[in-house]
């Protein structure tokens, strides 16, 4: 039952916080034009921060940057350059930028044999890569102003890897490695650093997954926008979404490993490849054969 009013009492220790404190600050987010970069864009300006969403579909983020009153920037965080442009014309249009929220990223579903050499390549520079650029660009600047705030989105498939999602539960999991790495090197530096897990979150990303995402639970966009703004009022290294799934986690890596198949054969993790519903995420794929030119 505690789980159940933990999101209420998360409000209650927002609402404790000096409301002013994110109002001027300037925030990127990458990937905003859609899902949990768009949630968290709303939900910051709500708070009087001045956001700047970066995305490839330039076209759709510039209005619904019109919309919510952010400013719109053209991304590819597969290209440094682009990344290093985007930084650059965020800082020289708000005058400075307090945090980067590295929120990009894709998830293929399928089996792993099955996977084009050309869609996993993708997944790494987008979903890892696009985020090393991301805290190399902003690092240096937040450092030297001694204040500052990094937020990756990552996935607790990086805790809970499922079959039919294997490179992406890699790269999950490989940015929640980074982010810790990072931050122990700055530890002392004023600056800080924040891993968001979601799991499941309803977004066109796992859309036709009705049926194969039952072993999860789900979450919205606007659950892990939250649990953004909350971190930037007070910072954990480590945010879940829904929180109590890393207590889980922690229960799970305990279990041996006979246990741990045995339950995930009752829960029938293996969905993904059974119960993928391709015609629902038929948009989706599209969207992602066009990204790899295919």
Known sequence: ASNIWKPIRNWRKIKMFNKQKLKGKVIAITGG??????????????????????????????????????????????????????????????????????????????????????????????????????????????????????????????????????????????????????????RDSGVSFTAILPSKVLTELSSGTEEAGKVIPSVTPQQVADAILLTLLKPRLFIAVPDYLRLVHRSYIAVPQWAQKGARRILKDQRILTQLDHQTRAGYEHRLNDLIGK
């Not at 890892?128 to 989105?153: D, E």
């Open 33 to 186: 034009a859609r899902g949990i970069g768009l949630a968290t864009a709303e939900t910051l300006i709500a708070q009087g921060a001045q956001v700047c969403i970066g995305d490839l579909d330039f076209e759709l983020a510039e209005q619904q940057a019109k919309r919510i009153g952010a400013k719109a920037f053209a991304l590819d965080v597969r290209n440094p350059e682009s990344f290093k442009i985007f930084i650059e014309d965020t800082i020289q249009h708000f005058g400075g930028l307090y945090a980067l929220v590295n929120n990009a990223g894709i998830m293929p579903m399928g089996a792993f044999l099955d996977e084009s050499a050309v869609l996993t390549d993708t997944q790494i520079d987008i979903n890892l890569r696009g985020v090393i650029y991301g805290m190399k660009l902003v690092l240096p600047t937040l450092l030297q102003q001694k204040q500052g705030h990094i937020i990756n989105v990552s996935s607790l498939a990086g805790y809970f890897a499922l079959p039919g999602s294997a490179v992406y539960s890699a790269t999950k999991y490989a940015v929640i490695g980074l982010t810790e790495g990072v931050a122990g090197e700055h």
